[in-house]
């Protein structure tokens, strides 16, 4: 097989690594680059993944290879997005795809008018709990379902992720996404309306957007939702956070925890418990239909559509809690 | 003092011995059923009746503890107050806040004592979050979770299942939780809610709720009669400089029969501990009786509790939050 030669546009999300890695470890792959804006952050990544670091974006889009992850900034996307899209290249984008849903969108007409593949990185897909989850729904096993109690929580990362101006918003914006994408693609039903509190009583002294909220949403067919996406979990914690959901059917309930594969490891130089993972890397599925994406001339399985109506989704819980209403997406 | 218990299913009998323990003498059991109320009678020596309203103004009688379906409560309390006794009632108050605001004016006209058991206040867990996150050690509580419940109570044609007169797991069972998280962090501002309260092809309740309380905290709250078995209470507690977890099952104790009998309509949580929530809740009533002692729970609170479902059952009506 040919090689497939990838670049990777910004480590400004730390996902990238998880990315570059999983590159890394598949046959006929070449990280051929590392883009960044923080030249001293691309220098030091490209040396550690034995790449080059390529400190123009001219430059580095104009390298032979067929196809970019951009893991830049959330408000970010976009540019990067178009000016890739025109460079003919494929194009996995980081989550959230875009902030707004003006982005998101130009982000999904960039790439179809440069007929390049567009996917978003939505990897808990690829997570083993949440795919034999979506099997038992799938074959029956809770009749209709009716009801769903979701939490993505996780810890305070700060950074850009808390300037609103990069970001686009806080927890809400960082952690309603995956759970957004995971409802319509277990149940394959749209999210219709949405409902939402926001807090920032958690980091009041440091986060100056939400750090938590309490999303309530309705989807096709009166599927009753609420889901928590937070900063919530202390920095004592045994793990970084989580992806749950709580199905409620007619024939009986589906609990998935989707990181509780474990081993609860007791370190007295910490002085706390802390959980190290044994399940399946989840970065590795999604990386590797990218690269068979692009090595099909496809779509990746999750489209930027996909990417686009999680977008849509957190932009309306925003709008939901300024307006005080459940609103329509 | 002597008491007459108005309703023998299994909270009346609890109650019952809660009440014995604490030095009352049971001396009526009344249910409309009248083989529930000779069983219970027979274990405390009492008098029967099938009839719970004239119970409630027998002579001889000085507290009645009720513990009938809800939409009964108002006129058992409002007959029990107009013959001058003492009253106990399980929780809900009522239906409906004007229905508990009767209630109220009937004991105080009467100037009797009424007492509505939000027995939750009185569990060891729960004050034990309650003064962990009001110490303020772990910093101020941004945002918290409860989640209760377990099986669908009740029978086939139990009230339980007739959501008019139970309100359904939001009304009788998320009132625990709604009436804490105000008794922990103060007054509501506004609630939301979504709930199943579905009757076909299976009979389940399951509901949602986001509650903003006037503080800012918010209080996310799920109330479950979905479950294809058992009973648990999990709760979480963040704040600015760390969090509280609980969970029912994680516990000290585990009995597993190897045939199980029928069981009760409801599977009470209880915590192997030397006082029981119950008893606890009956000891507090019975200082406030004697006059040495004020009760952590008043009438007044358990209307607004049943003012918070209130509204979370009209928002899940209307779809849109309720303030309140």
New interface residues.
Partial sequence: MSTIKIGIMSFAHMHAFGYAMALKALPDVELTAIHDDDAKRGRAMAKQFGTRFVADQAAFLALDTQAVIITSENARHRGMVEAAAAAGKWILCEKPIAPTVEDAKAIVAACKKARVGLGTAFPCRYAQPLIAAKAQIDAGALGKVYAVTCTNHGQSPGGWFADEALSGGGATMDHTVHVADLLRWMLGKEITKVYCELGNQLHQDTLKTDDLGSVHMELEGGVQVSHIASWSRPKSFHTWGDVTMDFIGEKGVLSVDAFNQKITVFDDKLGRAVWAGWGDSLDDGLVADFVASVRERRDPAITGVDGLRATEVTTAAYKAFRTGRMVKV | MNVAIIGCGGMGALHAQMAANCGHKIVLCADSVRKAAAALAEKFGAKVSADPLSAVAAKGVDLVAIATPTPTHLPLIEAAAQAGKDIFCEKPFCLNTADCKKAIAAAEKAKVKLFVGHVVRYFHEFEAMRAKAQSGE??????L?I?RGGIFPGAPGSWFRDYAQSGGVTLDCMIHDLDWVRYAFGEPE?I?C???M?TE??Q?D?S?V?M?MKN???A?V?G?W???SGFRVKAEI??????IQYDSADAPLAVQPRTVAAGPNMIVPMSPVEKSPYQMEWEEFTTWLEGTGTPRVTARDAMAAVAMAEAALKSAKT???VAL
């Fill in positions: 772990i910093g101020a509580a941004g945002w979770k989640s506004r939301f979504q709930t199943l579905r092809p299976v389940l399951y949602q986001t903003r800012g905290l918010i996310t799920i479950t979905a479950q294809p963040c704040c600015s400089g760390g969090m779809g849109q939050p």
